[in-house]
């Protein structure tokens, strides 16, 4: 089945985005790092990666002993391994089969292994597990909109829904520690005894600053711990020797830009070397392929000629002949193209698609209704032409621009947020569609994505860093710090709005895959 293959290529795609964002947290946690440190601030942590891979010593305490722990891995490898070759071969019995092991038996039985070292009943793991997968599926219902999913969808998404739920299970003692707690160290109860529990990294080194680098376990991005950034009820932090709060608001602002800026350079960095070395894309686009209703291919029109005019009007991008066709109500198109220096004119009669698409307004962006559309049958690709640094930085410089210039749109249409926005899963969908073009495209997403995670981290939204210096701002007018009940309440409010805005993306990406 095509939804079985889709699945599987979206799921490695998926982590190539993963091992890319963890590539660029990186390099955004950097900022953080070397700007604290710069301004006297001491970083007690810099990790590549998230969590921790858990020391043993709990299983002494079992009174019940269990299967070794790689006795588990070994058998989940088994049965993935065997669910991912049975989808590639289309043997759809097997796949469904594996899928339902990995999604259901699977987690549970890893959740009360688990529940068990830590001494949880069995029904609060399960009851634990239960939850994710309540909100894996009503946020796939909520994105498709009611309609029904593809079978492999709703199983893609309760095995989702099982790892989320497992690693919330493993992570419990540390997700419920005081903030106070080191990097790391979390502890159990055990009738009336507290246990400690250990989270440590798979590598570590501290240099002689008396920083932690580290490599963690899970490829979800990184973090700069800096001493003393939590506010205390008596405000002691601003007295923490080289702490975070004692610094002044300036410090702390260019601090917190610092992870940013970092990103966005980045950005610029890796689209500027792509442009130069890939070229920049000319304004006429070239006919890459044509599809099987296509009637072009029969009027003569080649693969490479560079589409110049369409009705009389220049073409100056492929967005200009997808917006021509969009008003095309089935009269015959006039395509002039350009081959070997000549100009050709060919006269063809478009088809209308028989699978709606989604619609836009004349501004680009999504209505969140369907339409059937006419086509040319013509699969198109940017052409290139060389181009000089000069003009390359230029270009790459004024994306983040063009970001802040589509979010100022989404703010003006809330209501079409979900159809223009996305998130790991939109990536994994482009990255799988350009994958095959070469490294330049790659490269470029990337770039893209950097400057994304700059440009989103400085909404004025409390945690995010934007957040965090609006704070900093307001407090180097006041000339004193806000007090920790407005700060909690700014974050309570800012906490809920990412809350929100990460449900938002998971619902559109949802939605798209879904259908």
């Known amino acids: 089945m095509d939804s079985i293959k889709t699945l599987l290529g979206y799921v490695q795609s998926g982590f190539f985005i993963l091992l890319m964002l963890t590539i660029l947290v990186a390099v955004h946690e950097f900022g953080h790092f070397w700007f604290a440190r710069m301004l006297g601030m001491h970083v007690e942590a810099f990790a590549v990666m998230m969590g921790g891979k858990r020391q043993p010593g709990l299983e002494s305490r079992l009174n019940v002993p269990q299967l070794p722990s790689r006795t588990v891995w070994f058998a989940a490898l088994i049965v993935a391994t065997t669910t991912a070759f049975a989808g590639l071969e289309q043997w759809n019995v097997l796949y469904y089969l594996g899928m339902i092991v990995l999604a259901l038996p699977i987690p549970i039985w890893v959740v009360t292994r688990i529940g068990a070292l830590y001494h949880v009943a069995p029904e609060e793991s399960l009851k634990s597990l239960l939850k994710t997968y309540a909100v894996g599926l009503v946020l796939l219902i909520l994105g498709t909109k009611f309609r029904t ?15 989320v739920g497992i690693l919330l299970c493993y992570y419990q003692p540390a997700l419920n520690k005081s903030e106070d707690t080191p990097q790391g160290h979390a502890e159990i109860k055990i009738g009336t005894e507290t246990v400690p529990v250990r989270y440590r990294p798979l590598l570590a080194r501290t240099d002689r600053h008396g920083t932690e680098f580290s490599l963690l376990l899970l490829p979800l991005g990184g973090f700069a711990s800096i001493r003393g950034m939590h506010p205390k009820e ?54 890459e392929s044509f599809s099987d209703r296509s009637r072009a291919g029969i009027a003569g029109v080649m693969p490479n000629d560079k589409v110049v005019e369409l009705n009389g009007l220049a073409v100056t991008s492929i967005d200009k002949v ?3 066709m969009h008003d095309n109500n089935g009269e015959r198109v006039k ?44 699969g198109f690709k ?3 032409r060389p181009a000089a640094w000069g003009e390359s930085v230029q270009m790459a410089v004024a994306k983040p621009f063009e970001m802040v210039s589509g979010l100022f749109s989404v703010v003006k249409r809330p209501d079409l ?15 799988n569609t350009v994958k095959e073009a070469g490294i330049l495209p790659l490269l470029q997403i990337a770039g893209l994505i950097s400057m994304s995670l700059g440009v989103m981290n400085l909404l004025p939204i409390h945690p995010l860093d934007g957040g965090q210096i609006v704070v900093a701002v307001l407090e180097l007018f006041r000339g004193r710090r806000l007090s920790l009940k407005t700060q909690g309440r700014i974050s309570g409010i800012g906490l809920m709005l990412v809350l929100a805005l990460s449900a938002l993306v998971l619902m559109a990406d949802l939605g798209r895959i879904g259908k």
């Open 149 to 163: 999913p593809d079978v492999t969808i709703v199983l893609g998404v309760m095995l989702a829904s099982g790892i």
């Open 234 to 287: 008596d405000g002691s932090e601003v007295k923490i020797d080289r702490g975070f709060y004692s610094r002044g608001a300036l410090a702390r602002i260019a601090v917190l830009f610092a992870g940013p800026l970092f990103s966005v350079l980045l950005g610029i960095v890796i689209l500027a070397t792509t442009y130069k070395m890939g070229g920049v894309p000319t304004t006429i686009p070239a006919v």
């Open 322 to 324: 997808i917006d021509a």
């Open 335 to 378: 395509l002039v193209v350009e081959r070997k220096g000549q100009r050709l004119a060919f006269d063809i009669l478009p088809y209308l698609n028989p699978t709606p698409e989604q619609e836009y307004t004349k501004e680009g962006l999504a209505t969140g209704k369907e339409k059937r559309y006419y086509k040319l049958g013509i």
């Open 382 to 384: 940017p052409s290139f």
């Open 417 to 431: 947020a979900t159809e223009n926005l996305g998130g790991v899963v939109s990536m994994a969908k482009t990255v």
